[in-house]
Structures are given as C-alpha cells and as structure tokens.
C-alpha cells in the first residue's frame, strides 16, 4: 500500500571509493573527477571525452552546478549521454563542500546511475567551477583532473594550490586562444612541471578536431590500470 | 556514588554529541535549507528577524516532531513503526523524499564513523532510505547517545539548516545568525525534552504518542522548490 | 485556603451509526445527540443518509466536553454537515474546551464529514482531536476549516489533532496549534500571517494506482494559497491558507481532486 516504496532497490549506500567493488561483487565503475575555475572548460572535456569515448565503453556523468542544471542540460542539449546517464547534484552554493568535505550527496549519485543504468565502466564527476583550491576526495573518486585555462593569462600555473599542483592530470585549456591573450605556452608548461614534478599536463584546444585527444589516452590508461586490478 | 560518576553515567558520550551535531558531519545537511531557499525567494525571510520567525515555527513544528522520533529510535521504539510514523506525519511528498534522501546519506556516514547492526537492519528494509529523523536516533544511539541527546540533535538541526542557507542566500551577517540560533537555545532544549517525554510515551503508547506538528507553509515551500528548475540547494 | 468549585463546563455527547438498509439505502440505528450537539436526519441522494448537526453555535465555551462519534459499517454511506459555523468562545474561569471526534469507516463504506468551520474567538481556548479509523477499501472525504478569531477579532488559541488509520497502521498525523503562546505559529514557516486554515482528507483504494499529482492553486481573490499532496498512502491531502475562511472554503473546492469510483 506504500506510495513511496514503488521500486526495490537491492542494498546501496555501503561503498565508496576505496572499496573496488559493488556490493554484488562486481567491479565498480572508475571514478573520475573534473574540477577546475569556472568556465576553463569542464563541460566541454566531459563532453568531449564521452563523444570519444562512449562508443567502446559505458559513460554516466554526475555534475555539481553552483546553479544546478546548467552543466546537466549542456551535456543533454548536446546528446552527449543518454539523459538517464547525467545526474545533477545540487550544493547548497558550495561546490567545493560537495565534492571535499562531504562527498555523500555524490556518492549517493553514483551509486543510484551504477544502479539504474549499470554496469558503468566508467563515472565522470564534473565539480561546479570554483576556486584554484578545490580538490576532490579519495572518497569520492579514484582519479582527478584539474582544468584551467589561457584565457587568464599564464600565471595560473605558478600561482599553484592543491588542484594545479596536486591533480593527477593538469589540462591546460583553450591554447587556441594564446595569441590573443599573450599568454606563453612554454612559460606554463615550465611552471606546472615545478609545481607539479612528474605528475603529466596536457595542453587541450577543445574547438580543434580531436582536440581532447591527449585527455582520452591518459583516460585509457587510468581504465586500463583499473581494470588490470583482480576483483 | 560521586556526583562525579554520577554525571558520568547520564552524559557517558557527551562529546559524541558534538560530532553528530556539528554542521560540518559528511551527512548531506549542507546542501539543504530547510525551506528557506523558497522563503526567501517568497520575500518571507529578508533578514535576520524573519530568519527568527522562521526558525522559531520550524522548531516548534516539524523539529519537535523529527526531535521525538529520534528520540524515540534512540530509546528503542521498533524503527520500522517509527519510519511508518514519520511517513503519516510528512504530507509533502517532496518533504517525504528529502527524509529519506538525507537518511541514506547519513545511513552511509554512520556506517562508518559509528557502525551498528540496528542501522544495518533498517538500512536493510528500507533500501531506498529510511526517513532521516528515525536514522538519527539509531545512530545517536550507535555513538553511546541517549534519548534526550538524539533529540538535541534533531532540534538544534531544525534550526541550524535553515539558518547556515540563510547566510548563503541572502549574504546575512554571519554573526546575527548565529545570534539567532543563541536566541532559540532555550526554546531548543525545551523541544528537546518535549521529544524526549514523548518518545518515553511511545514505548509504551505506541507510535501515536509521538508529536505531530505541522506548518502549512513549510510543505507549499518544499513542492515550490521541488519544481524548480534551478536552485542552490537540494530542498 | 480552598479552592472555589471549579466550573463545570457542559459535557454533551452524540452517536451516529450508519449500516446499510437491505434495500440499497443507509439506515441510521442509532442518532442520539444532547445539549449543543443535536442531529437532525436530513433528505439525501439515494443510497445514502445525511446528518447535520444543529444548535452547535454557541458552544463550545471554555471548560466544555463535547463528543461527537460516528461509525459506517461496511457498505452504508453517510454524509455530515452542519448547519452553521462552531464558535469557540472563551469560559468563565479561563479553562480549555475539548471537541473530540471519532469516526470509523468500514470496508466499502463511504463517509462524508464536512463540517462548517471552526472559529476560534479571542480569549478562547480549545482542543479538537478527531480520530478516524480505516478498512481497507473505506472511503472518506473529511473538511475541516479552522478560523483564528472573528472578523476584525484577536486570535483565539485552538489546537488541532488529527489521526487517521488505515488497518490499524498510521496514514495521516497532524497537529497544529495556533493562537497566542505558540511559538512561530503566526510566522513564515507555519501561517504566515494568515487567519484562516482548512483541510480536505481524501482516502480511496484508487489512489494507491492513481495518485493526484501534486498541484498549488492561489486564490482568486485576495491572499490564499492551497496545495494538493498525495499522501504515502491511498489518500490525498489538500491544505489552504488563506486570510478568511471564506477563502479557504473555495480554494478547497477548487483544489479537490475528484474522490476515484465514488458513487
Ligand atoms: N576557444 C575555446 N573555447 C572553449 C574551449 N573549451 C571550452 N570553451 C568554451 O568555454 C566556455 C566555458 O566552457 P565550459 O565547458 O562550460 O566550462 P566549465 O569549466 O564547465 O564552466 P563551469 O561549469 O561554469 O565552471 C564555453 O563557451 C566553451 O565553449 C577551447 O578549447 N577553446
Ligand atoms: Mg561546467
């Protein structure tokens, strides 16, 4: 007689990302998030890399608008994804707070895409664009990007924080647009790698045909590490 | 026996109750006003007054009634009937969902900050989430807490929601809202322990014993925010 | 020192049973009213019964005890008015009035209780407490209209709790205290202001299939607001606020999801 309990949901909420598994033992989805400044370009690397990708492999996104939706009705205006593979989360105005401090709306998401369009090979969790400080937990996901931009000169690099110096991926976005703001490829490329020792940089142009190229290989390489794994 | 001891086993998990109560416990509560991103999209909260107002009838209301089912799953009433209980007592079905959303949410904090196999079992029968008050108590109770203390919880976050978001929405002074909540305290703990009898009643009494208060205007916020297309909070 | 004998407020009682007649029809075996709770067996539509309730005007004043029971039994159909407004008005001696009610709806039975509104004069002070208990398959339509004060009138103090089962298990509890002394109740979580507040309980077996959507109407005229919410269970409840009850009572009406196979 229960209005409210319509469909049976087999046990959730037990895992997050530490455990490799779901709870029925199969492999669970690799996590990965996409933080950054607002307007570097997150949207537009999720979406490129699920073109790229979702051929060969099952995509869902979580997104962490400041003002929700925007990003969520970006990626479904631009049939990117299934809608039933988008999930926005709202953050009560800290995005930072959703993806860092309490990541359980999050994994809440996760869990209901792996449980209602499952098995997922892999999740992309796109952070509300925010400041050079935001970070993803290791709770939350097992590998984060960290996008920037041109567009605010070269000096993002050198002016550091946890995301720039501590992502697994630095993208540097929008070099199409480097001439025009005079910023100096080389002088980014030189302060990231003293920020960020060996971790990698990839320079993206997402208006170029397969701009996202050198993001989906290092994608590939994070599944195939997953993957290689025994469950 | 010292007085010593004495207060040592009535308070055995005092501190127990700053960590359940603190803003900042990874349950979910940050991203939910409580009604006030509606109230004041109403032009019902414009400052730090109305935010008294608001607070003052959320406490009087659906916080006694989420303090006393607390209460009562911390004092050992069957949670089953307690989640059915909070069901009769949520006519907002967007209000209902929220329940239980921010339950699973802190369902997956207590797992593992204070395991217990009364939250496995109802995590068990309610696998789309058991509503939020009912897993307080279990887990106050999981943390050593006691009825009173669950109900602390409950009401002191009927109050500290709404006035957090407040702070965000309206860019109020951080300091008069917290004034705010220091003004409600005393009628915070007299929830408090209103919850507490309560919950004592309803072991014995049944489920009905507990509270029912309701506000009107919460339930038409929470299906106006429901329908938004675009918010800053989750309700 | 002694305490001077309280006054002793009016205690009045009234039963109603409803059973089916054999014929298709609702007979009424049992239809006993006294003091200010009289009944009155009125014309209705075929198959049904109708009851007012008559002479509750002036009651109930502070210190009064008035009980009003109704039982369907499986298959009758009832309907319950009553012929005018009830008027809390405060007691000599300051005391509360209680107003309780206890309906029970059996098994394909059809109740309809759909009083006038409740007005809560200044100065005065009353419980209401309506307690109503379900068989699966029991229909109800339940109005009530609560109305703080008279026109241009202070706010009385009422309380309100309604408590509905359905086989024994909880389906709607509602409580709400207004007036004088209770915190926040004029304030923009509870009344916002407004003087005026009604409910409509509606129960079929339909709904668990086919719930209402939610739905928020404005009043036509003036400030009033009303919200149609499915409940967890088979039954819908609609609430409005509004500044007078003349409000409230249309945004009821026209916020009213059909009751599914009534007959
Ligand atoms: N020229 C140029 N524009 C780009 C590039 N990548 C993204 N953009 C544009 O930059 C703007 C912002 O991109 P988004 O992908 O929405 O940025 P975001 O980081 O998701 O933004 P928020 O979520 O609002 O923080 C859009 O207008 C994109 O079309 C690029 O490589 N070159
Ligand atoms: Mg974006």
């Keep these: ?231 | 026996m010292t007085a010593a001891t004495h207060g040592e086993r009535r308070h055995p998990a005092r501190a127990a109750l700053l960590v359940l109560a603190d803003g900042r416990f990874p349950a979910g509560g940050h991203a939910h006003s409580g009604g006030a991103e509606a109230a004041v999209k109403a032009g019902r909260i414009t400052g730090a007054a109305d935010l008294e107002e608001f607070c003052r009838g959320r406490l009087a209301t659906t916080g006694l009634v989420a303090a006393a089912l607390a209460a009562a799953a911390a004092a050992g009433v069957d949670p089953r009937a307690l989640d059915d209980a909070a069901d009769a007592r949520t006519p907002s079905p967007a209000l209902r969902a929220t329940s239980r959303r921010l339950g699973r949410q802190l369902t997956r904090a207590a797992r593992a900050v204070w395991p217990s196999p009364a939250l496995e079992e109802l995590a068990a029968s309610r696998p789309r989430g058991a509503h939020h008050s009912v897993v307080l108590g279990l887990t106050a109770a999981a943390a050593g807490l006691d009825p009173l203390d669950a109900a602390h919880a409950a009401a002191h976050e009927s109050v500290s929601g709404p006035a957090t978001a407040v702070v965000r929405l309206l860019s109020l002074d951080p300091f008069h809202a917290t004034a705010v909540l220091a003004r409600l305290a005393p009628q915070t703990d007299r929830v408090a322990r209103r919850a507490e009898e309560h919950a004592l009643a309803a072991r014995t009494g049944g489920t009905s014993a507990l509270p029912a208060a309701s506000a009107p205007l919460l339930d038409l916020f929470a299906e106006d925010h429901a329908a938004w297309p675009v918010r800053l909070f989750a309700s | 020192m002694t305490a001077p004998p309280a006054v002793r407020g009016v205690r009045a009682a009234a039963r109603i049973a409803a059973v089916p007649d054999g014929r298709g029809g609702t007979a009424l075996p049992l239809l006993a009213g006294d003091g200010p709770l009289a009944l009155r067996r009125t014309r209705s539509a075929p198959g049904w019964a109708r009851v007012t309730v008559v002479g509750a005007m002036c009651a109930p004043l502070g210190g009064d005890r008035l009980a009003l029971d109704a039982e369907v039994a499986a298959g009758a159909r009832l309907l319950v008015g009553s012929a005018a407004a009830t008027v809390a008005l405060p007691g000599a001696d300051g005391a509360r009035a209680t107003y309780d009610t206890n309906l029970t709806v059996g098994r394909n039975a059809e109740l309809h209780w759909e009083p006038e509104p409740l007005i809560a004069a200044a100065g005065s002070d009353l419980a209401v407490t309506t307690r109503i208990r379900l068989t699966a398959g029991a229909r109800l339509v339940l109005r009530e209209i609560q109305v703080l004060g008279r026109a241009g009138e202070a706010p009385g103090h009422l309380t309100s709790r309604l408590t509905a089962t359905l086989d024994g298990q909880p389906l709607l509890e509602q409580e709400l205290a207004l007036g004088p002394g209770e915190p926040g109740w004029d304030g923009p979580a509870v009344l916002g202001g407004r003087r005026a507040v009604g409910q409509l309980l509606l129960v079929a077996p339909e709904f668990i299939d086919a719930p209402p959507n939610v739905t928020r109407l404005s009043a036509d005229r003036g400030d009033g607001v009303a919200l149609v919410t499915p409940l967890a269970g088979p039954a819908v409840l609609v609430t409005a606020l509004a500044a007078d009850g003349l409000t409230v009572r249309h945004l009821l009406d026209r916020a009213r999801p059909p009751l599914p196979g009534a007959a």
């Design chain 1, 1 to 231: 007689m229960h209005l409210d309990h319509a469909e049976g949901f087999p046990q959730r909420h037990t895992y997050s990302a530490p455990l490799r598994t779901r709870p029925d033992g199969r492999r669970r989805a690799l996590r990965i998030g996409l933080g950054g400044p607002v307007g570097s370009g997150k949207t537009a690397t999720v979406a490129a890399l699920c073109r790229a990708l979702r051929g060969e492999l099952s995509i869902a996104v979580v997104t962490n608008d400041i003002y929700t939706r925007e990003d969520a009705e970006f990626l479904l205006r631009n049939a990117v994804l299934p809608a039933e593979r988008i999930t926005a989360v709202e953050t009560g105005a800290c995005p930072h707070t959703a993806i860092r401090d309490d990541i359980s709306a999050n994994l809440e998401a996760v869990e209901d895409l792996e449980e209602a369009v499952g098995p997922l090979d892999l999740v992309l969790v796109e952070s509300g664009g925010d400041n050079l400080t935001a970070t993803f937990s290791k709770g939350l996901v097992d590998a984060q990007v960290f996008v920037i931009d041109v567009a605010g000169g070269d000096k993002v690099p050198r002016k550091g924080g946890p995301g720039v110096s501590t992502a697994d991926l630095l993208v540097v976005n929008k070099t199409d647009l480097a001439p025009m703001v005079g910023a100096d490829l080389g002088v980014m490329a030189r302060d990231a790698a003293a920020q960020r020792g060996t971790l990698p940089v990839a320079f993206t142009s997402l208006t170029a045909p397969d701009g996202i190229a050198p993001v989906t290989a290092w994608v590939r390489e994070q599944l195939a590490a997953w993957t290689a794994v025994p469950v």
